[in-house]
């Protein structure tokens, strides 16, 4: 049995604790906001908060999740710059076939709130280096993120 | 069972340790048999692969003792079980381990950094280890810990093969020591050359050395992907360590140099002929950088 | 103001931003069971036999070549069936490359069934095997097949030429003889991966009845729906496969893919609902792009108008026949339809080996003929001491002339036509009179500026049935509110093509883009559609709702001439601020009634529902057009290449989603950027992939790997179709087809140095560069 909170509520799973976290979270965990591209750690479509940073869930076994905190997307449905993120990605036209976007998303977020400034657009870009984008070429998402990075510091 | 991404090929038992001295009381028993599991970026892809397995899974992630960054004597001492961003993001570091900190904005991307730990990159061993390789250029020393004691050996001579290091069965590695520049200036940088940005390296260089009041001294090159372990250009530190100029005969000679100390293979990210040239490029490209810094007056 | 040329949200904007869109991988049905697939570790082996005792003690259903229905078929049905190459079987009792499914396995977890895989026994019995195309032409080389079949008819194999295409239009010879110049080069392109970032699922819930309910990444719900009832002999009413979001494609699943017809036979025998989900390992080795080799030769005369130009194709196709003739003509079609050669010849082989097979990829061929043709371009020009420019804006097809479409059997003429606004206002965005040449540059890294041009086809109509099926459907109704529901079977990529329909829809109503919505539908709840497919999204699956909406319209003013008195020929529909959508009298504005009321009202009275449901073939397939002007820098000493400026110039008619379409542009070019100089999978001497199927060695472009986003400068040029729904065109695949050619101009331009063969790599480029010729001064 593995026992954490996952997106603020206390969760206990009989998953084998050697199953990956983030089959864990979306077979029994409920949290299909959490996609699952190449289960390499390559593409990061799986990226969640682990106690409040980005980390890729297919390369962490769901034992090593014991007592700790989970946020996936769903978990940052009040997150002021999570939700701005969101609108603002999808008024700039950063969302074409969706998959990447929610582990974008959490990328983001974490970007932005761990800034005192807001981030240049050289910043963005190597930070969203390990969220892997096959549709886009990411130009209309930095510029979600610039834009989102720009509100949340003023 | 049949190497795949979706569940890890062998079974194993994973085991949390609460503290370091249980670490150290599993690895007496089991050390031969068991894995040590920090952030899991390299070994669990290894173990998807089917690459690497082992019975016994001893996940160290948590354990506070391995952490931290602290200044002990003349060494900065650094928590095995550090990530990759902590030690990134320390200013100690930023200033007096520049190509370290070089090394580790390369490696991937900031979640990686952030489950990745300095110590899973060091005992892992790949000969592409990118924090590895300016480890090596800042001669760390690496402390290892295991029932009956602690010792220290050189990051010159701790590695022996890909995966392969003279750490024990029964040894954890513990900390990384880096000798703290006795009031000198520092100027490092790290160069990976790679497919896309955050690769796994086809070849990477870091250069470092000090500016004191004879001049700029003690420069390390060290290399990685070039050769079964990371390698120190000692003859290229030679050529550099005579205090002249950098001017268009010595970088001809770095590059001539380069080319001689290394043995790079044909793989599915380069090949032997690309990295021998490259490598005399980009280790020349990084002492005319330092070079330069200290020239426009940094000390 | 018209919804079409607006940015608006998307419809699956929230859902997708708050990831709720459910995609197959999200899809969870009480009881199901997981599966697996036991792939061949060979390239070519015969399965004896299939022990599976193991597996079953693990409580596994399996599904081996023995149990499938033994019906041979070709998974991809958009070309008609007596044109349809068919070698394609459920599982195969013989493998024909490392990675192709033998086995497929169901249990109760994703654990049990790996483990079940694993204990799998096989009896094989290898075979030779041939892994290039070369070797699998000569006449001693190991053959795939005995037997394939075309429609319904048999063709024996003597070898392994999967078909070939011959096509002539005029006497090239006597254009080659009246030339001052021939220039004939020879170009490769690699096999490559398409990398969608969701791979490839299916979940399929057996029912009561015998029938069967799919969800599954497809282009196309009905083909799929066809196939499937094919194979297992299902009546298609009661097969139904389901419209929902894919995770991007860019063309892998034009074709039903192979994971699918095995999850239904997983789901048929256990009886349980099943789910199937590719790992990454798995897609990487089920499906690529085709691999070529070209040779083209053009005859030109001095004043640079061309007299004939003569293309060779080997296409390396892999083990299965997918579209391999489809992809021969229509690489002849995209040929004829770049410039005026006068007299024309294409001579092309798709060759069978035992390697993944090859399927289309963004532009379907086009981007590949591009990189000979663009090249070519720009070779010419040098010898003729021409401008590169200004020799396409002679020598162009355009308004005018006669467009090859998809092939010879899809003609038609061309109406609008974008291409001198796109060369001559990109020449002015990149400074194209400031470019210099190789031989005046020096210093380690050296820029370069090239051009190259492209297009696609809007769809595959015509005013005649061809090879190939295009037409589309839709269902549309107004609801007793005066909000509209649509019923398009499009599948929508991820482009936007749900959000141009809606808009197409919304302006041809004169309803509010926010009062119409697409429905959830399936294969049972639309009429047929192809497959969004080339670039026929917005111009035929739009063009079918357009037309639909306009039946619509007559109704709504039928019921509005009931309630006001008065024939239908005198009232107008229109959308205004104050009334919203109504019907007003034109003779006296001040009477009218507003939709809303239009459909309470034939509610309450039991009137009837305004709606209507209709098939529709578009009757042309106009040419999209674009071009890219591309600056990079190079670095001599070690090969990298880096795209420092680039600006994206699109014809596409009336632009229906200006950001999404940006996007699609912007998106094409970091992928083509990326097959340009680094992506290429390689098969080993063993028939395994280089880089294992792990992405770890299949690099794709990162955030960092594409010009910053000030870097990249979007146009598009200002024409009208008129035979497309408010003068709309597609432009999906012309995003990615001159990509390449123009980074691999511009790396000519820079170093002085053409490649041949992509991708260019910095180990090839800087090979080449260090070529003792090459040292001079």
Known sequence: MTSLILNGEQWTTAVNPTTRLSAALRESGGALDVKEGCLTGHCGACTILLDGQPVKSCLLVSGQAEGRSVISLKGLSTDPVATYLQESFSRAGAVQCGFCTPGMIIVATALVKASEVPLSRDDIRAGLVGNLCRCTGYHKIVTAVEEASYVHES | ?299 | MPEVGRNLPRKDGVAKISGKEPYSHDIHLPNMLYAAVYRSPLAHVRIRYVDTSGAQALGAICLTPQEVPDVIYNERIVSIPTKTYKDRRVLPTVARHVGEAIVGVAAETEELAIRALSSLRIDFEPLPSVLNAEEALKPESPKLYDRIWLGEKPIEMTGNIACERHITEGDPEAGFREADFVVERRYTTPRKYHGQMETKAAVCQPLPNGGINVWATVQSVHNVRQVLGQIYGIPLSKVNVKKLSIGGSFGSSIQMNSIIPICVGLALKSGRPVKLISPREDDMYDHSHYQTEMVLKVGVKQDGTFTAAKMNVIADIGAHHIQADALLGVMAGWLASLYKWKNFQFDGQAVYTNKVPGCALQGFGNPLVNFAVEQHMDIIAEMLGRDPVDLRLQNYIGEGDVFWGQGPSIKSIIESCGVEEILREGSTRIGWNQRREPHEKSGRYRRGIGVARGFHTSGTAGPKPGDVIDFSSATIKVNEDGTVDILTPVIDHGGGTGEAIVKIVADTLHVPYTMVELSDVDARTTGYDVATHATRGVYCGGGAAAHVAEEVRTQILAMAGRILDEEPSGLALDLTAERGTHVYVQSDPNRFVSLKDIAKTAQIKSWGTMAATGSYRQSSAPPCFMGHFVEVEVDTETGEVRVVRAILLSDAGTVVNPDLLAGQLIGAFARGIGFALQEHTQTLPSGTLNHGGWLTDYRMGTSCDVPPPDAMDVYFAHTYESTGPFGAKGVAEAALSSVWSAVANAIYNAVGVRVYDLPITPEVLLEALSAPQLIEA
């Open chain 2, 1 to 299: 069972m049949l190497a795949n991404s979706r569940v890890l090929a062998a079974d194993f038992d994973l085991i949390n340790p609460r503290s370091l001295e249980e670490v150290l009381s599993l690895l007496a028993a089991h050390g031969d048999r068991a894995a040590l599991l920090f952030g899991g970026t390299d070994l669990l892809v290894q173990m998807k692969m089917g690459r690497r397995s082992s019975e016994k899974v001893i996940n160290c992630r948590w354990l506070e003792e391995l952490k931290g960054i602290q200044e002990i004597g003349e060494n900065l001492e650094i928590g095995a079980g550090s990530s990759l961003n902590q030690v990134g993001e320390d200013e100690r570091v930023r200033r007096e381990f520049p190509a370290l900190e070089d090394a580790i904005l390369s490696i991937a991307g900031p979640a990686i950094r952030h489950m990745g730990t300095i110590g899973g990159n060091v005992v892992n061993a790949s000969p592409a280890a990118d924090a590895v390789v300016a480890l090596v250029a800042h001669r760390a020393r690496f402390r290892l810990q295991n029932q009956t004691g602690t010792r220290v050996v050189d990051s010159t001579e701790f590695f022996l093969g890909p995966g392969k290091t003279v750490r024990r069965p029964d040894e954890i590695l513990t900390h990384i020591l880096l000798a703290r520049p006795q009031g000198m200036s520092v100027s490092g940088h790290f160069r990976k050359v790679g497919r896309v940005a955050g690769d796994i390296a086809k070849l990477s260089v870091a250069v470092t050395a000090e500016k004191s009041l004879v001049g700029v001294v003690n420069w390390h090159v060290a290399m990685g992907s070039v050769a079964p372990t990371p390698v120190v250009l000692c003859e290229v530190e030679a050529l550099l360590n005579h205090n002249r100029p950098l001017d268009g005969d010595i970088t001809s000679a770095i590059r001539a140099t380069v080319a001689q100390s290394i043995t790079p293979i044909d793989d599915v990210r380069s090949t032997a002929w690309y990295r021998k040239r490259v490598s005399g490029v980009t280790v020349s490209d990084l002492c005319e950088q330092v070079w330069k810094e200290f020239e426009g007056g940094k000390a």
